[in-house]
Each structure stands twice: as C-alpha cells, then as structure tokens.
C-alpha cells in the first residue's frame, strides 16, 4: 500500500547521493561487536560454560570414560589395514591389469562362450573382422605418432624479434606530448604501459568507481518523487525517478522505516551537530509510532534518522547493551559462576520506560513544513493535538540527552487531526482538519488553547475532513475534502459561508487533492474509486469537470503535482504501484490549460491574485483578536482591488 506521495523540486536533490558514514561511535560500538563475534564468545561458548555448569550443579556422570573419551572428544579405534578385504585397500589399489583382472576377464568371456554355444560359425567370422580391424588400427596409430613427432617445434628456434616503444617518434606525430613538455611520457608511463597486471587492475577499479557514480548520478531531466509503502511486513521509503526523456520510472534507493508510514513533508535545514543549522534534502515521516523521523534523502544505506521528533524515550540503551555485552565476554572467561549467568539473561529497558518529553502519545496523520520559516514543522495526531517543533533547535535534557522539544502545542481540536497546511507566503498561519468535522485557522504565533478561541476561526463540515491545500495562484483561497466525496473552498478572508463547494466522487469519498502549482486553476482529486478527477477552479460559479482517468493501481489515496513541471502528476494507492501521468499529450487538457503557462515557465497571474496583507506585522502585536483584524484587512485588500479592477475597464 501506498499512504504518502510527494514531489521533490528540480535542484533540491544533490546530484550525487552520498553513502552512510559511520560516526566515530558507531564504529567503536561495530568493532566491539565484531571482536565478540569472532571470539565467538556470544553463543556457542556461553552456551558450553551453561552447560558445563549445569553437569556441575546437576552432578551428571560421564558413562562413556572407559571407551577414550577426553574432553569431550570419541577416540575411534585404530583398524590393521592388512585384515581388510582386497577391494577395500584403497592404497595398494593399481590401474594396471594384473592376475585379478585376467581372472575377471576369463571369467566374462566364458559367460559369453556359453551364451553364444549356438553361434560359433558367427564368431569366427567376428574374430576375423576383429583381427583385420586390429591391424587397420595398429597402422593408424603409427600415423599418428609420425605426425606428432613431425608437430614438435620445440627445436625449432625463435626467430621474432622484440621492438622498443619509439618514444620519440610517437612525440613526433603528436602523440604523448612534445619533447621535454609536462605532458610527454615518461619512463614511469613505459612502466605503467609494459606492467599489465598493476595498470590493469588500477584501470578497472576506476571503471568500477565511473559506473557506480553513472548509476546513482541524478541528471536535470530526472524527476524525483517519494513515496512511503508498506509492503506486507516491511514498510519502507523509497525514492524514486522518473526520466521525462525516456519516460521510465525506477526505484533510485530506498530507506526502511520502523512502522506503517501515514504522511510525509519535505523541508531542507534540521538541527545538525553542537545545535548548528544542517542543510539539505529531508524528509520527515508520521506513522502510527508517536515520533516523527526525519531523514536525508540524499544518504543512501542510511541506518537511522537524521533527528527523531518525541517518540519514545530511548536514550541509555545502547549503553545498556553495550554493556551487557561486555559483562557477557568478562563471564565467558570464567567457569561456573551462576550469578553473571543470570545477569546475561537481563532484558533491555528504557530508562523512562515512556515517551520524550512533549511527544505525542500517538499516531502521526498530518505533517506541513512551513516554506517561510523553513526550521518550522506542523504535526496532527490521532491524539487530537497539533504541536509545532524548531527542528533547529535543540534542548540539553542533562541525563535525558539532546533531543528536541515542541515550541507549542495546539488542543483546539476534540478529535483526531487528519491534516495541516501552512500558508504558502504567511508564515504564521496554519490550517488544521480533524474528525470533529472542522476546520480550523490558527495564529501559530500563540500557544492556543480551546479556552484561547479569539486566535482560531472555525467553519463546520458535514463529514470528516480528509485532505486540505492552498490554491498557490489565488493565496486567499483554503480548499477541503471530506469524507463525504465534497470539496469546499473557503475565501478566509470572510471564512464564514465556502466559495462554492462540490461533489467530486460520487463513491468513496475523496482522499486527497491537490492544486498544480505551475498551472492557474487546475485542481486534481482522486478518490477510492481507483480514479483521478481533474477540474478548472476558475469556472464560475463552480469548477468545471475536465474528465477522469482511471490510474490501474488500485484505490488511490494521495496524489501529487510535479512542481518542476506543469504536466506531471504523481499518485498511489492500494495497489502498491506508482502511477504517473503525463497530461502533455492529452489535448483536451493543453487546450483549457496551456495558455495558462507562459513559455519561460512563470505563471500569469490569476484574476484573483493582488496585494495581500503582511499576517505577520498584523499578529506581531500579540493579542488574542490578531487573526480577526489580519482576516479583516484581506477583506478590505479586496475591496480594493475590485475597485482598480473597475478603473482598468473603463480605459
């Protein structure tokens, strides 16, 4: 199954990932374990000193002594080799004929001579063929030995001759550089040249090293797309490339997860070493575990996160471990002491034995990484809160280790909070979506609590909330689905009555939408109905249906638009298959939509696009009315802006 898809931006991916490198500890902890294993003291020498133990304790008697038996080893008794039979003296056993083999040979002719009394005419008639056979055969062989001895060139002298490499002349035709250049060869060349089995392997180690390169180099035509699958058991992340030249699709690496992934959101700075700013290609992973994981794309081989968010308090048990293996190899060389044996049969506990501080207590069903304030991750939970963590910023907890605290915790929902989405140029506000059946908008500036509502604007829904999004090229405009199979689109600048509202999926519901970035008004939603629908937002009074397809990989639950490119989308579902599609050839799509693009790749602005209001100056004054008034000055920008729209008419 596929729960997750999401794009990576065209440059964001290094062009050469990386192999995991070991840390300092890591390779003293793998080296230890190493040492033990090839000791092999872990298993089977414990097991023996167990044993030996227990006979000790238990008092067993060693029945077996008399028949020599040391140490536990059979001494087996040694046999005269004269006292067996002919046939079974292996070592005086000889090709050559000898009496016992006339013996069987008499003895096979007469067998023969009997069977045949009837036929004796015939076998002197045979015994003279044989005999004119015989001869033939005798005469062939002596040709044969002729010729072989005619064959033998040993005694024929060697007459080639050996020919230096011209160096000079070489030079002179312009090959290897001219005389006395940096550029000319060299006696360590004609050495590197004449020594084939030194410049042979350096030469393939270097091809190797081109070819491994070649394979995992990401070029400017490859589309990168992740997804988050659960195949059975084994959950994973993968990511994978889409070469819009050729069109082929291929799974580049990928990156075991722990549990069962829900949603995915990418960002490109986290916390690095000594609480520095660490950039680059991350993604952060939800699951039904309470942390959040997030890891680099760019590391193939990674064996753990980056930085983990809450989740479970772990911390002391890889000393824990380490020391338990130690204690094991200490009571691996000593006999028969029952109390370090039964330290070895401990078991590994947290020291908590709970969750980090602030964590959520559990499932992870929505994640936004916030594209202004890029160290800021939203996360929902099934435990009906949303916290917001500075994935820069990291706390010393003294014994507790580093890890990262939440900035805030939101409860302004009463059940589970499916989704979230931060606004594209307003970094302080959130959009939240749960299965109370609302929707909500939030100051994220103000830790908020239910009691706090002069900070959060809410509109009910008929059904549970879904998947929700901001229309890229009209930033007023919040639009959600829900369970029901109905899209609504609120202007939050009023956020009271929806802009117009749909039924997109008449079975199943919708289960994600998504607006194309590059592409003004083009709206996807796909559903569980195995099918994607695409619809032009800017129809009035409702978005008009382009058509649907059917992806054949199942029920869908996620889709995705290529944000490098306007005619690329990605989806998943049931069917544990990526679907892409490719929207350039579809005719009727390019004649509604591809007037919409401009040739350099910037979109025409929308008819609803104009200056909106700065929410963060707006909210900087930290009251509890700061969304109201911030709401309420998008309203007036629009009055406005109807009336410039009205003076451009009349000219």
């Not at 007459?159 to 005389?179: A, C, K």
């Not at 202004?372 to 280790?401: C, E, N, P």
């Not at 002069?454 to 369970?483: F, I, N, R």
Request: a negative charge; hydrophobic letters at 30%; charged letters at 30%.
């Amino acid at each position: 199954m596929i729960a997750a898809v999401t794009w990576i931006p065209r440059g964001v991916a290094a062009s050469t990932p990386t192999k995991y490198e070991y840390s300092k500890a890591e390779q003293e902890f793998l080296e230890r374990v190493a040492h033990a294993d090839g000791n092999g003291q872990l298993d089977g020498a414990a097991e023996e000193e167990h044993d030996g133990a227990d006979d000790e304790e238990g008092e067993w008697e060693d029945v077996d002594q008399d028949n020599g038996e040391e140490d536990g080893e059979i001494v087996l008794p040694k046999v005269d080799l004269a006292s067996l039979p002919a046939d079974l003296r292996m070592d005086e056993y000889s090709d050559d004929d000898g009496e016992d083999g006339k013996d069987v040979g008499k003895m096979l002719v007469g067998k023969d001579a009997e069977m045949n009394v009837d036929g004796d005419d015939e076998e002197h008639q045979d015994d003279a063929v044989t005999d004119t056979d015989r001869q033939d055969k005798g005469d062939r062989d002596h040709d044969s030995d002729s010729d072989v001895d005619d064959d033998d060139l040993s005694d024929i002298p060697d007459t080639r001759e050996y020919m230096p490499l011209d160096v000079q002349g070489l030079q002179s035709l312009g090959i290897g550089g001219s005389n006395g250049g940096n550029d000319a060869y060299t006696f360590e060349d004609l050495k590197n040249m004449t020594d084939n089995d030194v410049y042979d392997e350096d030469l393939e180690e270097d091809e190797e090293d081109e070819d491994y390169l070649d394979d995992v180099r990401i070029r400017y035509g490859d589309a990168l797309v992740v997804v988050a699958k659960t195949e059975e058991d084994f959950a994973s992340l993968e990511i994978n490339i889409f070469d819009t030249e050729a069109s082929n699709l291929y799974v580049h690496h990928d990156i075991p997860l722990p549990s069962f992934p829900l949603c995915l959101a990418l960002g490109n700075v986290i916390s690095g070493p000594s609480n520095s700013t660490t950039t680059g290609n991350f993604c952060a992973v939800g699951s039904f575990e309470t942390g959040i994981e997030i890891w680099n794309l760019d590391v193939m081989n990674a064996l753990e996160p980056s930085l983990v968010l809450g989740g479970m308090d772990t911390r002391g048990l890889e000393e824990n471990w380490m020391r338990m293996q130690a204690n094991s190899l200490a009571d691996n060389s000593h006999t028969g002491s029952q109390k370090k044996k039964k330290k070895k049969k401990g078991k590994l506990t947290s020291a908590s034995n709970g969750l980090r501080e602030g964590s959520h207590t559990d499932a992870v069903m929505g994640l936004s990484w916030n594209t202004i304030h890029r160290q800021v991750l939203a996360s929902g939970s099934a435990d009906g809160t949303v916290k917001l963590w500075d994935v820069t910023h990291t706390t010393s907890g003294g014994d507790a280790g580093d890890y990262v605290r939440p900035s805030a915790t939101l409860t302004h929902h009463s059940d589970k909070v499916q989704s979230l989405a931060w606004h594209p140029s307003e970094g302080t506000l959130l959009a939240t979506g749960g299965y109370d059946r609302k929707v909500c908008l939030v100051d994220a500036r103000s830790a908020v609590t239910s009691a706090n509502a002069g900070s959060v604007k809410k509109v009910k829904l008929l059904a549970d909330c879904e998947a929700m999004a901001w229309d890229p090229h009209s930033q007023h405009y919040l639009t959600v689905a829900s369970e029901d199979g109905v899209v609504q689109c609120w202007d939050v600048r009023k956020f009271d009555d929806p802009v117009w509202s749909m039924v997109a999926h008449e079975y199943g519901g919708v289960s994600d939408i998504c607006y194309n970035p590059q592409v003004p008004g083009m709206l996807l939603t796909c559903s569980i109905d195995k099918t994607v629908a695409l619809w032009d937002t800017q129809h009035a009074p409702t978005p008009q249906s382009c058509g649907t397809k059917d992806m054949n990989v199942g029920k869908l639950y996620s889709v995705s638009c290529y944000p490098s490119s306007p005619w690329l989308m990605a989806c998943g579902g049931s069917g544990n298959e990526l679907a892409i599609w490719d929207m350039e050839e579809e005719d009727a799509i390019q004649n509604r939509f591809a007037p919409r693009v401009s040739l350099d790749g910037a979109v025409p602005s929308s008819k609803n696009d104009g200056i909106e209001p700065d929410f963060e100056a707006i909210m900087a004054s930290g009251d509890n009315d700061a969304t109201a008034k911030a709401l309420e000055g998008m309203n007036k920008s629009k009055k406005k802006k109807g009336k410039k729209k009205k003076v451009h008419k009349r000219s």
